[in-house]
């Protein structure tokens, strides 16, 4: 039920957006540039990254939806869309390098439970340990939207100066990440091919 709302949602998203005159490929690379200015921004302290950041991730649902509703749905687009997505999540990370007291730990283990539970879904059904349907409804305990929602928040934290509720935040989406990471290996351990 929450998958088909899910699914109509997009959809209607796609053709709201339809007459945009950008390819989805587009529409991919530019979150990756609102992302690259967020985090300068982000760094200087200005509300301004965050906002940038904002727009980031609400562009990087749009490009999928508007490749469905052009019919211009390609394997490229979607490689690009993770490939995309790994470098927004870098780029939110790096402004937090400065943040005092927050230690590099935590960012590290974040962005590498983020990037292993997204390579270790796409390669599970790349390498055919499991069927492909399986592949794509294999969840995850901390899914990607929750994991930015969360790094955003910690961004505004940071501008706001809030270090004192940053770090421990960053520790729990580093956790989250890593159980995620370690759900999914075994996740795929039972859906395997016999």
């Given at each position: 039920?929450?998958?088909s709302?899910?699914s109509?949602?997009q959809?209607?998203v796609?053709?709201l957006f339809?007459?945009?005159p950008?390819?989805?490929?587009?529409?991919t690379?530019?979150?990756?540039?609102?992302?690259?200015?967020g985090?300068?921004?982000?760094?200087?302290?200005?509300?301004?990254?965050p906002?940038l950041?904002l727009?980031?991730?609400?562009?990087?649902?749009?490009?999928?939806?508007?490749?469905r509703?052009?019919?211009?749905?390609?394997?490229?687009?979607?490689y690009?869309d993770g490939?995309?997505d790994r470098?927004?999540?870098f780029f939110?990370?790096?402004?937090?390098l400065?943040a005092p007291?927050?230690?590099?730990?935590?960012?590290?283990?974040?962005?590498?439970g983020?990037?292993?539970?997204a390579?270790s879904?796409?390669y599970?059904?790349?390498r055919e340990?499991?069927e492909h349907?399986?592949?794509?409804?294999?969840?995850?305990?901390?899914p990607?939207?929750?994991r930015?929602i969360?790094?955003w928040?910690g961004l505004v934290?940071?501008?706001?100066?809030?270090?004192?509720i940053?770090?421990?935040?960053?520790w729990?989406?580093?956790?989250?990440?890593?159980?995620?990471?370690l759900?999914?290996q075994?996740a795929?351990?039972?859906a395997?091919k016999?």
């Amino acid at each position: 039920m929450l998958k088909s709302s899910l699914s109509s949602s997009q959809s209607r998203v796609g053709q709201l957006f339809k007459w945009l005159p950008l390819h989805p490929n587009d529409i991919t690379l530019l979150s990756v540039l609102l992302a690259a200015a967020g985090a300068y921004f982000v760094w200087q302290q200005s509300i301004l990254g965050p906002v940038l950041f904002l727009l980031s991730f609400l562009i990087d649902g749009l490009d999928g939806a508007v490749a469905r509703a052009k019919n211009l749905t390609s394997s490229f687009g979607a490689y690009l869309d993770g490939i995309c997505d790994r470098l927004v999540e870098f780029f939110a990370l790096v402004p937090l390098l400065f943040a005092p007291s927050l230690f590099l730990p935590s960012l590290l283990t974040l962005f590498f439970g983020s990037c292993m539970t997204a390579f270790s879904k796409a390669y599970a059904d790349h390498r055919e340990a499991v069927e492909h349907q399986k592949a794509a409804k294999l969840a995850t305990l901390m899914p990607r939207t929750e994991r930015v929602i969360g790094i955003w928040v910690g961004l505004v934290l940071f501008v706001a100066g809030r270090f004192d509720i940053l770090i421990p935040l960053m520790w729990i989406l580093a956790a989250g990440s890593i159980l995620s990471f370690l759900w999914l290996q075994f996740a795929v351990w039972r859906a395997k091919k016999a």
